[in-house]
């Protein structure tokens, strides 16, 4: 490996600088302390251009957390951006969509103050209002998300990921996930 500054990370399908930062580093919003082998940090370019394979530099100056948190299985089903017209999450803050979130797409489309997580309706029992958290999506794929809204039909061990429309939701079905608090 060969990281002068800082621990060699191997890039693994489905990790993002902001999901890497987050489980190695405990903050997502730290992406930008993550280095190229030669020292050199990465621009918003470098980082939406990840590569399966490709070597990067986690910092020392911070210890390396356990490799996840608490995990919750979840019986995920889908609601649409079209079909709640942008209205505002019971929290008040918007996330963004599914497949906003898998292309690095990190700012909400609905008007209003973005938390640049895919955002999810909860049972507030289960995973409080305003928790951030990794979801580990059915073919294991890794999204930053975010417990935004609630909803009647959510008790339980069950999550809404927000998606862009009604055909999708259908298409999406019912899926088994996990969240990594």
Known sequence: MSCTLGNSYIVKSGDTLFI??????????????ILKPDGIPFTDEDASNLQVGQEICIPRSTPLPP???????LEARFYSM????????AS????????????LQLQSQCQGESVGRLQCAVDPNVIPLLTNFTLVLWDGRQVPAAALDI????IGQKIDIFVDSVEEAINLGVQSVTAIL
Do not use: F, M, Y
């Open 92 to 103: 008040g803050v918007h996330g963004v969509t599914l497949q906003a979130a898998l292309a």
């Open 151 to 154: 909803g009647t039909a959510i």
């Open 20 to 33: 890497i930062a987050q489980q190695q580093l405990d903050d997502g919003e730290r992406w930008h302390e």
């Open 82 to 89: 079209e079909e709640t017209n942008c209205h505002l999450p």
């Open 67 to 73: 490799p996840s948190g608490k995990q919750i299985n």
